[in-house]
């Protein structure tokens, strides 16, 4: 269950508190509390507040506290929500008109609706308000998590890529994707070319593809599994999209799902899929159309973010060789790009960073093994067509309309890369200069370098993945990687570094923000 709750004058006289949770005695029967069965989480931060979730093991009432100093001296008790088992005991508080640029903490319990005297230990979690004034900002992006079978592997340290993350202390986690492989059985063992042994942690859920809402609520549920993952959700708030394996590998409308399937209808399992995908991630809500993820997020001066939703309104996953635009070549389709162009038009913020789940000129094959279809954007070398025509309309709109300081965020590859547009080298050439930054695996396999077309004139400035010999390494090879950006407060500037799970700096660079 979602609530909007609204706090005004935050800062002012506490005295209301007392006769909310705060002062509320928390009884306990042993072995008969409610549990906060997966952490906390907070996501989609601006500045004037956040959203914060919570799971519980039973029917209960999420009761939330929230306060600007770690000690809860000024805490707000905020009315309780319910946690039902129609949205698998999951609970999303929106808070709102905190203070902005300020750490928040916030504590959260559950209270047996059965016996309300009874109540969970509570767990607290942070974030931090986007900022009003021009101070740094420092975020972090990847994708691809406990894909390929790698799961959780206690004698590899977890899903150690997000205790490395963590460290940089980011204001957000931009994840681009492939949030969960709810197509990837993980099972107990798997044997490495070295003859060692990976051992995952299991679940009985995950030992085939998900096909049921629970299946599909687990998937997500076992990387909450990790202590990394954990402690990392209560101190860094989440930005998230999803991709395809949130579903099935590749799916579109067109998909032909294999034989491991007992459901065959790909609309059914998506919109299974989509409700688990809601339920476990602390999105704000919209109001202008129920689910929908494509969304801007403002934080603060400096930056505005646009997640785009690249799986919901895509056409056919078929040869995409159209020199039209039409069905057959939606990716974004038509209202989501009018949306995307009004944003960016509309933005004045220094920067404006396209969070966008799949690259756009890398290619990637519907059938890998025949090299046939499209799964992404790229179409191969030549003019734009099909799905390639919204980036071209895109981009020329760019142009035209003044909009600089554009930076476009991508996973997806399970590889590191670094790419400058350049039109002086593309087929298309109606559109100024940019950046795509590719970073992944965050905890999966690490594949690649895929192929690039020249449509759009991208030059590899960096790439780092295992070749074509080496493919689906585990994460013990040490090939996981995310992006760090930093944007200096004072002068605007951006830093982009890409990063193994080691904290290895790879690759870096430092763009000077075009001023209008």
Request: glycine share 8%; hydrophobic share 40%; no cysteine.
């Amino acid at each position: 269950m979602t609530a909007r709750i609204s706090r005004r004058k935050f800062l002012s006289s506490t005295t209301a508190a007392g006769l909310g949770v705060i002062a509320m005695p928390y009884l306990s029967r042993a072995g008969d509390r409610p549990v906060i069965s997966h952490g906390v989480q907070s996501g989609d931060v601006g500045a004037d507040g956040g959203v914060v979730w919570a799971r519980a093991d039973r029917p209960s009432q999420m009761m939330v506290e929230v306060a600007t100093t770690e000690s809860f001296a000024n805490a707000r008790a905020l009315p309780p929500i319910a946690a039902l088992p129609e949205s698998d005991f999951t609970a999303k508080m929106l808070l709102e008109n905190l203070p902005a640029g300020q750490e928040i903490f916030y504590r959260v319990r559950f209270r047996d609706l059965s016996h309300i005297d009874i109540a969970s230990e509570a767990v607290v979690g942070r974030f931090r308000t986007a900022p009003a004034d021009r101070r740094d900002v420092s975020f972090v992006w990847g994708g691809d998590v406990a894909g390929q079978g790698w799961g959780i592997n206690p004698d590899d340290g977890g899903m150690f890529t997000f205790a490395t993350m963590r460290k940089h202390r980011p204001d957000f986690l931009l994840h681009s994707g492939d949030t969960v492989y709810a197509d990837g059985p993980i099972k107990s063992e798997v044997k490495l070319p070295d003859g060692k042994v990976w051992k995952n942690v299991t679940i009985e859920e995950k030992a085939k593809v998900a096909e049921t809402l629970d299946e599909f609520r687990a998937a997500h549920k076992y990387n909450f599994m990790d202590e990394h993952v954990r402690a990392f959700n209560a101190e860094v708030p989440i930005f998230v999209q999803w991709d395809d394996h949130e579903v099935t590998n590749n799916w579109s409308l067109s998909k032909q799902l294999p034989p491991t399937y007992k459901v065959r209808d790909i609309s059914l399992l998506a919109a299974r899929a989509g409700r688990a995908f809601h339920e476990m991630y602390p999105m704000r809500e919209s109001i202008v159309e129920p689910g929908r993820l494509y969304r801007t997020l403002h934080y603060g001066p400096h930056l505005d973010v646009f997640m785009l939703d690249e799986r919901t309104y895509r056409g056919p996953n078929g040869p995409n060789l159209q020199d039209s635009y039409g069905p057959e070549s939606y990716f974004l389709g038509p209202d989501q790009l009018a949306w995307l162009k009004r944003g960016l038009l509309n933005s004045r913020a220094t920067w404006k960073v396209i969070a966008s789940d799949m690259p756009l000129s890398i290619i990637v094959y519907d059938d890998a093994a025949n090299k046939k279809g499209s799964e992404a954007f790229a179409q191969g070398d030549g003019p734009p067509r099909g799905r390639e025509l919204e980036i071209a309309d895109i981009l020329r709109f760019i142009k035209t309309s003044g909009v600089v300081n554009t930076v476009w965020l991508t996973a997806d590859v399970h590889y590191a890369a670094a790419h400058y547009y350049n039109p002086d080298k593309a087929q298309f050439q109606d559109f100024d200069p940019f950046w795509e930054f590719v970073a992944g695996p965050l905890h999966a396999g690490t594949f690649g370098p895929n192929e690039l077309d020249n449509t759009f004139g991208p030059e590899v400035k960096f790439i780092k993945a295992p070749g074509p010999d080496k493919q689906n390494l585990p994460p013990s090879a040490g090939m996981q990687f995310f992006g760090h950006v930093k944007i200096d407060g004072a002068t605007g500037q951006m830093i982009v570094t890409l990063r193994d799970r080691a904290d290895v700096a790879l690759w870096s660079t430092t763009l000077d923000p075009k001023r209008t």
